[in-house]
Each structure stands twice: as structure tokens, then as C-alpha cells.
């Protein structure tokens, strides 16, 4: 359990509660009201438009943190001016975007949670952190925790998938990974649970577009991960963009004030996200930027990130008496606290030679490796095609990904960052020495939009392929093809087509990527399809005419390696999806958590939602195959009849059926039959990954409480539990048969 209230007294002893108040007490008795609000902004190290220099800022005590920025150097000279020259002399915090890694990359935060191995989130990020904290950095902006069941919105990629309950698991791993046994513990960050609240459920997937959600969603879907964070001792939050219910998540008091801190009592602190506080007038929520940093800070924003809004109107809002001392203070202590635990004062520098030490540590590519291993997802494997046997002849890989580096890496790089993935081509050609394996990338892929960070960013632009090279370059992929045996075809999305600005209204595969799968699946080889993406893809024709599919997600700096052991049968694949993968984007969303409704989808004469076909998942939540097979048997309830607030415990067995070691992970999932609301037709309330070799047979088992039976009602407006029945299935998906009843009696 992360304990936020740590810290350095200098060495690695932790700090007090009481210890750090009486520090943030004494300095906040000699700050003017200029260097308060000055700990409040959050300035770019780089500035992306006209004003003031960032050491011109820092010098004057304008900000109390860095971001966007990632040098060492860079870091101690504006650190330098901060603790010598600024009137507070309190040091910077910097922070930058550390999602899935620093410089040894790791798996999206979506496959992580496709491995349904908290600890495989838990080391990434630890090892993410120490890097980080290596090159200078205290803070990340991590982990997002914004559940996301529409697969059309391009930050899908940055989280954990749909489940609240999986997603919360994965919040308080990486939590602990980032920060390590307590805040300011060496070798650690403070984290960042964000975006609060409700951001992935975008209309239309749409990112940036308005969300609209009932409080039972909020509590019940979309507020676990968030409070998963908090319990496991996140240092801050940060308040997301969009209007929730018409109201900005960076100006909503029900959000930021009401749950965040009286309700759950949250202790840290609350960054915007990028210029958000200036964009509530942009938003027309904020009369002018007085307005805005009036309503942030009153909501429960404490530091306005980037848009410059609290250096210009705060102090003038407190001497206009709109806003009080107390107001600042309760603002700027958190922050200092922060400041404090992190042991900034005694050590406010950076080691400059460190990163390049930690960075290059075998071990960090081990984790990765291991990483990507346990977050790929077998989709398909008709006949066993997988896995290819290493004396494999005439073997071809071919497609846009199969050599990019950045399409391994994925999504969300730090600043600065050169991808140097082993790609899949590059891992295949390493397993495979002697082997001739020959490559084609076929046409390229490009956004027909471009990303908005292209303006940042200009070296990222490329010129488009021109018609008659893409042409030549099909060509040359089919020909490839056609002399070979084995194909390895690697399509999926470009590092841009998923993460932020990155929403799409299709989940086909991009540019004339289906063109060439069918076209080479009718040449009659063997073909494997290994998908690099970073949302679940509409692969329809792929399910239904390809025999082996890999979903390797953008699995880091390892994932040509991981991917070429799990081709090659050196490791057994043993991921399940986090996300449900729709048949194409326009049923999206869709998820597995869905209420009964009046007309039950399994109704066969009711057949479909759609007219056009089947509106059943392609792949449904929790889904993955192995190389070998497994049983779950014997489900047992310690009792069939408990009482409301009572536990009971839920055991099965699962045994390989099969003639290789594999992991497959249980699940369980609940349907309450009847209550104060219509509840969804199954929950997942628990799970466990488990490895067995052949013959092996484990029991596994879960707790159903009050925490897993209960819910925050729409009827009532309130927690409860309700007296009911209760379905119980344990399996390997979302489809799980084994099923046992349970009565809760009050
Ligand atoms: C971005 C993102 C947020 C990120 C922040 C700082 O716009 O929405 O996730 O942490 O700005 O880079």
C-alpha cells in the first residue's frame, strides 16, 4: 500500500504527516501572495508561443513547476534559478508524460492490461520511473485511468480498456510502480490519476467532444480506477478537458471539491490538464480568464497547467476579495507537501550523468520483453498454424509495421524520445539466424488528417507515398508473397492513429492493408497476421479467413523480440482482451456490462440489434487462446445464502488439458437478477492468472462481499446492497458458463 503521507528527511527516512505540515506551514508563513500564486502555475520549458522566457518566469517566482521539457541539463539550470534567485527559493517540480516508459519502452497501458497481470504494470512502471527520475524528472502524468468502451476514441490506447474493476486493479499497480513504497521514495515519481472524470466516454469517440454521464455511470464505471489510484496514495490528480454534463471537468466543483476531496479525502493536489483552466472561456463556461481562475480554483483546480490564467488574474482576485489567503494557501500546500516528500529542498539537482547509466540496464529490457510477452492476445489459431516450427523455409514478413519502429513503440514517446523498438522483421531475422526471411512493406499508411502534433513537432512529417510508388511497392509485397511458403503479415495503425487528437470513424484496417491480406491469402500460403494497433480493430474478414492472429498491441522497445518468441513457440501467449472488439466502428460503443434490457440479445428470435447482421462482439471482453488447453471445473460457493454485508468465497479448478506449460487467466463475473436499478447481465468481480503445466490443476479462489455486490443506485442516489439472486460464473471470457447461484437475503 503506497503511503502518500511519506517522504525524505533528507536521507530515505519518512517524513510525518505532522513533519511535513510543519515544513509547509513554515514556508508558507514567509511567502508574499506573488509566490504563492507563483507555485500554483505550471509553465511549459518550452515556449510554444511569444512571452516571457521560462527562466524570466522562474526568476520572478511565476511557476512552481516545468513541464514539457526533457534534459537534465536544462532542468538543473532553470533549478538553479528557482533555489538561487527567485524570491521563495522553492525548487521546481519538473514533470513530462511518462506513460508506458522513459527511454526502455514498454507495452501501451491497453496491453498491459490485456497481460491481466497487475505486477506487469507495476514493474514497467517502476522501471519507467527510474529512468525518469534518472534524467531529471519528479512527476508524471500518469497513469490514465479513463475507462473506454467506445474503440472509435484514440486515448483507448493510453488506458486500461472497459472494465472498471480491471482497470481499477491496474490504477493501484501502476500507482505503486510510479511512486515505490511512498511518496519520495528514491528512484520514483509522483504520479498522476488522470483524466477526472469521465473523458473516455466522448460522444462518438470523438476525443475532446462533450460526455454526458449519469451518477451512477460516474460511480459505478467510470470513478473506480480513479479511487483505486487514491486508496494506493497517488500524489495528484488531474482534471480532464471536456464539459461532463455541461459542466468543464477543470471547473466542476461535484468533481474536483465534492467527491475528489469531501468525499474520498484526497490529500494531494489537482493539475489541470494542458491550458484547461484558460479554455473554460474558450468552452463558454468562463465570462474571461478573472472568471476562469475564479471557478477553477474555487472547483478544486490547485495548478493551472500552462494556460497562464492564475499568473495573470489570481493575486488580483484576492486583493478584489473575491478570493482569500486561505483560498491560495489551501492551493499551494499541497503542492509544497509534494515538494517536501519528494525531498526537493535537500536535493533540488539532477545527477546528469545518471540516465544514460540507468537506461541502458539489460535488466529494464528483460521486464520489457517479459512485458510484451504476457500483454500479447491470441485471437485465432485454426489448426495450430501457431506456432511456426523454426525450421520453417521460403518465410516472408510483409506490411507497413513490419519494420517501424515507431508502430512497435506506439503512442505517447517522451519528448525527445527516438524509437529504437526491435522491430518484428528485426526479432524474426534474430530468431531465425541462417533463415533467408525475406520483407516487403507494401504501401504505406498515413492519417488522412493529419495529427495535431505534427505543429509541434515538424521533423515528425513525412511526404506522402506517391501513387505509382505505393502502387509498385503492392506489387513488389505480392510478389514477395508469392514466393514464399510462410507469410508473417504485420498491418494494424501507425504510432499516430491512436492516443490524443487520434479518433477514428472506422476500425478497418488503414490505406490498402485489407487489399493486400486478401490478396495474398489467396495465393494459398500459410499465412500469420500479427496486428500492431493501439484500439481494437473491426477485423472481420481477417477472423473469418485467416488462421492464425496475433493481437501484439504497440508492445515497446522488446516487441519484435516478444512477438518473434511467441511466433516461434518459445513463449505461450496467455493475454485477454480489455477491451470488447466490435465487428466494425458503427456499433461501437459496445461492451460487455450492458444491462438485460426487455429484448435479451440472446433471444434467438430477437436475433440482432441491427438489421445489416450480427451486432455480437468479433472478440468479446476477456477473450484469448493459448497454445494449450485448459478446463475450469467445479465451481463451489462457501455458501448459497448469505446475508446483506456478509462475504462469501468462490473456488474452481483449472487444469491443462494440453501439452505445453500456459497460463490462462479465471474469471469471474456476477448478474444480480433483480434490484433497486436493472443491473448489468455480468460484472467482472474477480480474477487470477495463473500458470500450469501440462496436467496441472490449481484451485483458484475469490471473495464476493459487500464491495463486489454493491453498487451506487440511480433509484436510490445512494451505495447500497440490495437483497437478490445472484448468477455466478467462473471462465476463461466474458462468456463464462460455469455457472452457481447465490441468495442475499437481508
Ligand atoms: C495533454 C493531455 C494530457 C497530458 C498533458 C501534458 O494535452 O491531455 O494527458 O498529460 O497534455 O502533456
Known amino acids: 500500500m503506497n503511503d502518500m503521507r511519506g517522504g525524505q528527511r533528507g536521507g530515505d527516512a519518512v517524513l510525518s504527516e505532522a513533519e511535513v505540515a510543519a515544513r509547509v506551514d513554515a514556508l508558507i508563513s514567509r511567502m508574499s501572495l506573488a509566490e504563492k500564486v507563483g507555485q500554483l502555475c505550471q509553465i511549459g520549458g518550452v515556449s510554444f508561443a511569444e512571452g516571457p522566457k521560462p527562466e524570466e518566469i522562474i526568476r520572478q517566482g511565476g511557476a512552481g513547476s516545468v513541464l514539457w521539457l526533457n534534459d537534465a541539463k536544462q532542468f538543473n539550470a532553470l533549478q538553479r534559478i528557482a533555489v538561487e534567485e527567485s524570491p521563495s527559493r522553492i525548487p521546481l517540480l519538473f514533470a513530462l508524460d511518462v506513460i508506458h516508459g522513459y527511454r526502455t519502452i514498454f507495452p501501451v497501458p491497453l496491453a498491459m492490461a490485456s497481460?491481466?497481470?497487475?505486477?506487469?504494470a507495476e514493474r514497467a512502471q517502476a522501471v519507467a520511473a527510474k529512468e525518469a527520475r534518472a534524467a531529471g524528472l519528479h512527476w508524471t502524468f500518469g497513469p490514465?485511468?479513463?475507462?473506454?468502451?467506445?474503440?472509435?476514441?484514440?486515448?483507448?490506447?493510453?488506458?486500461?480498456?472497459?472494465?472498471?474493476?480491471?482497470?481499477?486493479?491496474?490504477?493501484?499497480a501502476q500507482v505503486r510502480g510510479f511512486q515505490g513504497p511512498h511518496l519520495g521514495a528514491p528512484d520514483h515519481v509522483v504520479a498522476c490519476a488522470k483524466h477526472f472524470a469521465g473523458y473516455g466516454a466522448a460522444d462518438g469517440g470523438r476525443d475532446y467532444d462533450p460526455v454526458f454521464l449519469s451518477e451512477a455511470q460516474l460511480r459505478n464505471v467510470y470513478f473506480p480506477p480513479f479511487r483505486s489510484a487514491l486508496e494506493a496514495g497517488v500524489g495528484t490528480f488531474m482534471s480532464a478537458y471536456m464539459d461532463l454534463n455541461n459542466v468543464p471537468a477543470s471547473g466542476n466543483a461535484f468533481l474536483l471539491?465534492?467527491?475528489?476531496?469531501?468525499?474520498?479525502?484526497?490529500?494531494?493536489?489537482?493539475?489541470?490538464d494542458a491550458f484547461a483552466v484558460g479554455s473554460l472561456v474558450t468552452q463558454g463556461f468562463a465570462r474571461d480568464g478573472s472568471d476562469a481562475a475564479l471557478r477553477a480554483l474555487k472547483a478544486g483546480v490547485d495548478m493551472d497547467m500552462a494556460s497562464n490564467t492564475y499568473a495573470q488574474h489570481l493575486a488580483k482576485l484576492v486583493r478584489e476579495d473575491k478570493l482569500s489567503i486561505a483560498d491560495i494557501d489551501a492551493a499551494v500546500r499541497p503542492i509544497l507537501a509534494v515538494k517536501v516528500r519528494m525531498g526537493l529542498f535537500e536535493h533540488p539537482y539532477a545527477d546528469e550523468a545518471k540516465l544514460e547509466k540507468v537506461a541502458t540496464l539489460a535488466e529494464h529490457r528483460r521486464e520489457a520483453r517479459i512485458a510484451a510477452h504476457r500483454s500479447m492476445v491470441l485471437l485465432k489459431n485454426e489448426g495450430g498454424v501457431l506456432p511456426l516450427p523454426k525450421t520453417v523455409k521460403n518465410l516472408a514478413v510483409i506490411g507497413?509495421?513490419?519494420?517501424?519502429?515507431?508502430?512497435?513503440?506506439?503512442?505517447?514517446?517522451?519528448?525527445?524520445?527516438?524509437?529504437?523498438?526491435?522491430?518484428?522483421?528485426?526479432?524474426?531475422?534474430?530468431k531465425l539466424p541462417g533463415v533467408n526471411v525475406a520483407y516487403a512493406p507494401g504501401p504505406e499508411i498515413r492519417r488522412e488528417v493529419p495529427s495535431m502534433f505534427e505543429d509541434f513537432f515538424p521533423e515528425t512529417k513525412r511526404p506522402a507515398q506517391s501513387p505509382q510508388d505505393a502502387e509498385a511497392a503492392y506489387n513488389a509485397a505480392i510478389a514477395v508473397a508469392r514466393a514464399a511458403d510462410t507469410v508473417i503479415m504485420v498491418l494494424g495503425e501507425n504510432a499516430d492513429m491512436a492516443g490524443e487528437a487520434a479518433s477514428r470513424d472506422s476500425l478497418d484496417l488503414p490505406g490498402r492493408q485489407q487489399e493486400l491480406l486478401a490478396e495474398v491469402v489467396a495465393l494459398g500460403k500459410r499465412v500469420v497476421l500479427v496486428l500492431l494497433n493501439g484500439r481494437p480493430l473491426g477485423i472481420t474478414w481477417a477472423a473469418q479467413h485467416v488462421p492464425a492472429i496475433l493481437e501484439a498491441w504497440e508492445p515497446g522497445t522488446e516487441g519484435g523480440n516478444a512477438v518473434a518468441d511467441i511466433l516461434f513457440g518459445d513463449v505461450n501467449p496467455g493475454g485477454k482482451l480489455p477491451v470488447t472488439f466490435p465487428r466494425k466502428a458503427s456499433h461501437a460503443p459496445l461492451y460487455y456490462a450492458?444491462?438485460?434490457?426487455?429484448?435479451?440479445?440472446?433471444n434467438p428470435r430477437y436475433r440482432s440489434r441491427y438489421w445489416e447482421g450480427l451486432t455480437t462482439p468479433l472478440y468479446p471482453f476477456g477473450f484469448g487462446l493459448s497454445y494449450t488447453t485448459f478446463t475450469i471445473e467445479k465451481l463451489k460457493l462457501s455458501s448459497s445464502k448469505i446475508q446483506v454485508g456478509s462475504s462469501l468465497s468462490v473456488t474452481a479448478q483449472v487444469t491443462n488439458t494440453g501439452k505445453v506449460s500456459g497460463d490462462e487467466v479465471v474469471q469471474l463475473y456476477i448478474h444480480q437478477r433483480s434490484g433497486s436499478d436493472s443491473r448489468p447481465l455480468r460484472e467482472l468481480k474477480g480474477f487470477?492468472?495463473?500458470?500450469?503445466?501440462?496436467?496441472e490443476t490449481r484451485t483458484v479462489a475469490f471473495t464476493l462481499g459487500p464491495d463486489e455486490l454493491g453498487y451506487w443506485s440511480a433509484s436510490a442516489g445512494r451505495w447500497l446492497q440490495d437483497p437478490a439472486a445472484f448468477d455466478v460464473w467462473i471462465g476463461s471470457d466474458s462468456r463464462a458458463a460455469l455457472h452457481g447461484e447465490l441468495d442475499v437475503v437481508s
Request: net charge negative.
Open 688 to 695: 487470477e492468472r495463473v500458470s500450469l503445466n501440462p496436467g
Open 594 to 602: 450492458r444491462t438485460l434490457t426487455h429484448q435479451p440479445e440472446d
Open 257 to 272: 471539491r465534492d467527491t475528489l476531496r469531501t468525499e474520498w479525502g484526497f490529500q494531494g493536489f489537482v493539475v489541470s
Open 400 to 430: 507497413p509495421l513490419a519494420d517501424s519502429k515507431e508502430a512497435t513503440e506506439g503512442s505517447w514517446m517522451v519528448f525527445g524520445h527516438k524509437p529504437a523498438a526491435v522491430t518484428i522483421l528485426e526479432g524474426v531475422r534474430a
Open 115 to 120: 497481460s491481466w497481470d497487475p505486477s506487469v
Open 144 to 172: 490514465m485511468l479513463d475507462i473506454a468502451r467506445d474503440a472509435r476514441w484514440g486515448r483507448i490506447v493510453e488506458g486500461s480498456g472497459e472494465d472498471p474493476y480491471l482497470g481499477a486493479a491496474m490504477a493501484a
